[in-house]
């Protein structure tokens, strides 16, 4: 089962975050029925291929998926102005995860029984999961934090283009690698360095200094939480076999 939802994971994130362009997401978002089902096509097809999908039933199931991820993305564009963004945003990957789940505790067998698993290596499942954390932790933790922060868009800190999102990304991926490697307590440092760094900038403005809390508190809780996710997935899952390099 877990090697299943792994794959089914993955092909989630790579459609949601990865092959899925900013004009497609807002076409979506505007009703627009062609770049919706481009956007389900291209659920059912990642998810197809990265399990190997051949049989009748796989590809069966993979419609499924796809149907209802159809389903999903459509009652949050009709619910989408009466709920905010960040809220919607949750719902929405909420459901998707309870859905794939569900696939994966009906059909626990899709992985085994694709083209691909006797010949892929036995690391292959562990890979996808960290590779689908490393995605949600950055870039789809960027998406969620614009959503949070977006109220109080008039706040900010004038600095380099783009330079708040490139920090996001980074501390973000920082602690998924601290905590997949172990060592959670580097976070503290990687708190403290952020803090001394904005310390200048922030200490005489309150609204300025909560925005930088509040986004802060939000970026590092949304990669802990995904990374702790990650950890509990690559506990299911054969080992990715990176020797422990620890004294």
């Known amino acids: ?42 659920v059912g097809l990642i998810s197809a291929l990265l399990l190997g999908a051949q049989s009748p039933l796989a590809l069966g199931v993979m419609a499924g998926v796809a149907a209802v991820h159809l389903g999903i993305d459509a009652a949050k564009v009709a619910i989408g102005a009466r709920v905010s963004g960040i809220m919607a945003f949750v719902a929405d990957q909420a459901a998707h995860l309870a859905t794939l789940v569900l696939v994966a505790t009906l059909w626990p067998g899709l992985w085994a029984q694709g083209l691909w698993a006797d010949h892929a290596p036995i690391w292959m499942p562990a890979a996808a999961a960290v590779l689908a954390g490393a995605i949600l932790s950055t870039r789809a933790g960027g998406f969620a934090l614009a959503l949070l922060m977006r109220p109080w868009g008039d706040v900010g800190l004038e600095g380099l283009p783009g330079g708040g999102r490139i920090i996001g990304l980074l501390e973000r991926g920082i602690i998924f690698l601290l905590i997949l490697a172990g060592e959670p307590g580097g976070i503290g440092f990687l708190i403290a360095a952020k803090s001394v760094l904005r310390f200048g900038a922030v200490k005489e403005e309150a609204r300025l200094s909560e925005y930088v809390i509040i986004g802060t508190l939000a970026s590092f809780g949304w990669a802990i939480l995904v990374a702790l996710g990650t950890v509990m997935l690559l506990s299911a899952v054969p080992p990715l076999g990176i020797p422990d390099l620890s004294p």
Do not use: N, Y
Not at 16 to 40: C, N, P, T, Y
């Open 1 to 42: 089962m877990a090697e299943t939802l792994v794959f089914l994971i993955l092909a989630h994130v790579l459609a949601d975050f990865v092959l899925q362009s900013g004009r497609m997401a807002q076409a979506k978002a505007e009703g627009h029925a062609g770049w919706m089902l481009a956007h389900i096509g291209t």
